[in-house]
C-alpha cells in the first residue's frame, strides 16, 4: 500500500507558484522522496526526488521537513502544460530492494488560464 | 529518442484472444518493471526483472499472464486468454540497479489494451 497522503485535488492560476503537500509520517531512513506526474494519457514522468534536504531542478523544488514526515513539491510558476496528476512516493533504495514505486491516487492539479 | 519505448501502443482485442507487449528499456538498464493502469487509479506493480531474472511479481500478475526478459534487454507481456477486466494501460519502466541517490526509474508511454 501506499504510503503517503496527499490531497485529491487542488487549483492553481497560471503564472502562480503552487505547493502540493505530502505527509508520509511511517517514512523510513533508507525512504526516498520522489515526486512522479502523469499527464493524460502518457506515462509518469520523474519530477524531482530527494532524502533530507531541499532540492531544486529545472522542473521544481522539493521542500522536506526537518522530521522527513512530511514534504512539498514546489512549482515555482504554473503553466497550463502542468495540469496533471502528481504523486508523492516514498521508495526504499536500499541494497537488495527491488525499488519499485508505489502509487498512491494523486494529486489531480488543475491550472486555471 | 533514448527513453524507454513499448509496442503497440493501442490494442483492441476480442475476448479469449492473446496479446503480447513488447517494452524496450533504456540502454544499460538492468531493472524493469511492469505496471498496469485503469482509469482514475494509479499505476499498478505487476513484476519486475533485474537482468534476465524475474525477482518479484505481484498477486496482480495472475496464471494467465506471463512477462519474460530473454538476454536482459527487451521485456515482453503476454495476456492469455483476455478478459474485460484486462482493458487497461500496461506500462513499462527501467533503472539501473544502483542504489541510492542515483538509480530514477523512468516511464514508457504505455500500451493502451482494449478487450471487446
Known amino acids: 500500500d501506499a504510503k503517503t497522503t496527499q490531497p485529491n485535488s487542488m487549483e492553481s492560476n497560471e503564472e502562480e507558484p503552487v505547493h502540493l503537500p505530502c505527509n508520509h509520517s511511517t517514512i523510513s531512513g533508507t525512504d526516498y522522496i520522489h515526486w512522479y506526474r502523469q499527464l493524460p494519457s502518457q506515462g509518469p514522468e520523474y519530477v524531482i526526488h530527494?532524502?533530507?534536504s531541499n532540492v531544486n531542478n529545472r522542473m521544481a523544488s522539493l521542500a522536506i521537513a526537518e522530521d522527513r514526515k512530511s514534504s512539498t513539491l514546489i512549482l515555482h510558476r504554473a503553466t497550463l502544460r502542468d495540469a496533471a496528476v502528481y504523486y508523492c512516493?516514498?521508495?526504499?533504495?536500499?541494497?537488495?530492494?527491488?525499488?519499485?514505486?508505489?502509487f498512491g491516487q494523486g494529486t489531480t492539479l488543475q491550472v486555471k488560464p | 529518442d533514448t527513453g524507454v519505448s513499448q509496442d503497440p501502443r493501442h490494442k483492441i482485442t476480442k475476448r479469449g484472444q492473446n496479446v503480447t507487449f513488447r517494452c524496450d528499456p533504456i540502454s544499460e538498464h538492468n531493472r524493469l518493471y511492469w505496471y498496469r493502469q485503469t482509469l482514475g487509479q494509479g499505476p499498478e506493480f505487476l513484476t519486475y526483472?533485474?537482468?534476465?531474472?524475474?525477482?518479484?511479481k505481484s498477486r496482480l500478475l495472475s496464471d494467465r499472464f506471463s512477462a519474460e526478459r530473454p538476454k536482459g534487454s527487451f521485456s515482453t507481456l503476454e495476456i492469455q486468454r483476455t478478459e474485460q477486466g484486462d482493458s487497461a494501460m500496461y506500462l513499462c519502466?527501467?533503472?539501473?540497479?544502483?542504489?541510492?541517490?542515483?538509480?530514477?526509474?523512468?516511464f514508457g508511454e504505455g500500451s493502451w489494451l482494449t478487450v471487446v
Open positions: 519502466a527501467s533503472s539501473l540497479a544502483s542504489t541510492g541517490f542515483g538509480n530514477t526509474i523512468y
Open positions: 530527494g532524502l533530507t
Open positions: 526483472f533485474q537482468n534476465e531474472a524475474q525477482l518479484e
Open positions: 512516493i516514498l521508495r526504499d533504495t536500499g541494497s537488495g530492494n527491488t525499488g519499485k514505486l508505489i
